[in-house]
T-cell receptor, first 112, second 118 residues
Framework: SQKIEQNSEALNIQEGKTATLTCNYT??????LQWYRQDPGRGPVFLLL?????KEKRKERLKVTFDTTLKQSLFHITASQPADSATYLC???????????FGKGTTLSVSS | GAVVSQHPSRVICKSGTSVKIECRSL??????MFWYRQFPKQSLMLMAT?????????EQGVEKDKFLINHASLTLSTLTVTSAHPEDSSFYIC??????????????FGSGTQLSVL
């Protein structure tokens, strides 16, 4: 069955540095991959979607790459700020239906 | 962006009682809504897909008689946890997709409901 892995449970960086989060998937060839942000006790908020024919996508300080050969997506936050501290989830569409399947998430902590 | 409202945000109940959670799309019509459950430091686990006017589709291992889903209108889906037990304590989150082309795949989430069963 399809699996999504976000290898780092937690990532701690200093303000101003670039945070890089990894998402790997197996047994699946998704047409696109999505990234969400989740704050404690809240529902996830959509950040970016990248399609299989796109190598890279940017939105302000965010950048996502998608390598379908490696079955991996990298999520970058440049010039990180304490306000970026949250859990970041990657998601793929379920093979069986229209829902999204999520990774466990990486909790980013940016210290000032 | 689209807004999904979920209510209540927190509920504490006694074991054996039933709890209803509401999920509303406030500024769009959602023919399909999704219900997820999340345990601390775990991923969101899809429980079921709720389709307006028809029966919900449950994921493997989710008891449909315990987690009743009703999607009676294009803006409202409800999840009822029947005869709740402490092991049902979790964070329940609903989500919906705005109508449009299939390429518009992003989900909008409610703020979640923290259920604690004593």
């Amino acid at each position: 069955s399809q699996k999504i892995e976000q290898n780092s449970e937690a990532l701690n960086i200093q303000e101003g540095k670039t945070a890089t989060l990894t998402c790997n998937y197996t047994n699946y060839s998704p047409a696109y991959l999505q990234w969400y942000r989740q704050d404690p006790g809240r529902g996830p908020v959509f950040l970016l979607l990248i399609r299989e024919n796109e190598k890279e996508k940017r939105k302000e300080r965010l950048k996502v790459t998608f390598d379908t050969t490696l079955k991996q997506s990298l999520f970058h936050i440049t010039a990180s700020q304490p306000a970026d501290s949250a859990t970041y989830l990657c998601a793929l569409r379920s093979q069986a239906g229209t829902a999204l399947i999520f990774g466990k998430g990486t909790t980013l902590s940016v210290s000032s | 962006g689209a807004v999904v409202s979920q209510h209540p945000s927190r509920v504490i109940c006694k074991s054996g009682t039933s709890v209803k959670i509401e999920c509303r799309s406030l500024d769009f019509q959602a023919t399909t809504m999704f219900w997820y459950r999340q345990f601390p430091k775990q991923s969101l686990m899809l429980m079921a897909t709720s389709n307006e006017g028809s029966k919900a589709t449950y994921e493997q291992g989710v008891e449909k008689d315990k987690f009743l889903i009703n999607h009676a209108s294009l803006t409202l889906s409800t999840l009822t946890v029947t005869s709740a037990h402490p092991e049902d304590s979790s964070f329940y989150i609903c989500s919906a997709r705005t109508p449009g082309p299939a390429t518009n795949e992003k989900l909008f989430f409610g703020s979640g409901t923290q259920l604690s069963v004593l």
